[in-house]
């Protein structure tokens, strides 16, 4: 067996829609449990993925799935979940991290859009192997979002429309797929006509909003946009 631990400092929730599933997992400010509770409020179901349990049970949220081994959770943590029989517990030592095994469980659940919360985390390899897992379920016909404080992630397969997006505000087109084929934007600043983006170059990177609507349209591929509004660009001075 792969071990897979999962980081003590790691910890994420999903929600998800239709069924809409929510998790959450990885670092999160304190100051943005509002959002937390926010997305909380759009899903049908919450999963935590182990520690990510600490986050909702701090922003006061209910979920209806813990997963994971608990790697993350302290002694009184686990025996109360234990008690909520909420907690489909797994070994430390498994061929799956604890949240590609939340994803499992928003399939299950028959979820047609899944966002991801705390997702990042401060692990590169856990937040690169999380990135790379979501590919599935986008591939499955699920809508995937991954939301931080800062900024919102999306996979795209066909078309995306920006509905948050404000003028000055910053968009990126990164492929996921070797190529992707068929690009079109409207709304942004340099825009993508028909043209192909590669995984191995940075051509979409660092777009911005000069008018509204913004749509992103591909015919073949997947992509993630990166959409950061302009209130952070202008604290960081992009």
Known sequence: SLGCPTDGEYASLIGAMRKR???????????????????????DYRIAADGGWRLARRAGLTVERVIGDGDSLSLEERTELLKLGIWQRHPADKDQTDFELALAEALAQQADKITCAALLGKRADQALGNLFTLEGPARAGARIEVVTPEERLYLVQDELQLAQARLGDIVSL????????????????????GEELSRTATRGISNQVISLPVVIQLFEGLIWVVHRPEIYVQQVGL
């Open 21 to 43: 599933r929510f998790t959450a997992m990885g670092a999160w400010e304190e100051s943005a449990d509002g959002l937390l509770r926010s997305l909380a409020a759009q899903a």
């Open 174 to 193: 990164l492929a996921l797929s070797d190529r992707v084929t068929g690009v079109e934007t409207q709304g942004l600043r340099w825009p993508l006509r």
